[in-house]
């Protein structure tokens, strides 16, 4: 009982001193930043569909789909649709999810340019008949 009191305590000690203490008039403060509507849903929506590729096992997707998330990022940036206050923390985001992920799972086209039992003069084409 008395750890689950703790936390409510310093909870409550932490909201009088940030509410300060006497009866003066409180300064508004300034709103936060934030992304347009529009923007959020598209970065949130792109986020989704790389944590659903991760949970698939498919790497290689989720990487494309999170160099695509940093790509639209960066234009969205650079277009001027994310606040200055965001631009950074958002970027960086971005790009750390883009560098974390590997793709490891090998490409279907490897083994088709291995040039095993390709051509080599084994009756390839009407030749050696």
């Known amino acids: 009982m008395i750890r689950a009191a703790r936390p409510i305590a310093l909870t409550v000690a932490v909201a009088i001193v940030a509410g300060g203490c006497g009866g003066r008039a409180h300064r508004a403060t300034p709103p936060q930043p934030k992304l347009p509507l529009a923007l ?25 789909a999170a160099q695509h998330l940093r790509d639209e990022t960066i234009a969205a940036i650079n277009a001027r649709r994310v606040p200055s206050a965001l631009q950074e ?41």
């Open 89 to 129: 923390p958002l970027s960086a985001a971005a790009n750390d999810l883009a560098a974390r992920i590997q793709c490891t799972t090998p490409a279907p086209s490897d083994e088709k340019h291995s040039g095993k039992g390709k051509g080599k003069g084994h009756g390839k084409h009407g030749e050696g008949d």
């Open 40 to 64: 959020a849903q598209q970065l949130a929506a792109r986020s989704d569909e790389i944590a659903a590729k991760l949970d698939a096992r498919d790497d290689c997707g989720a990487l494309a």
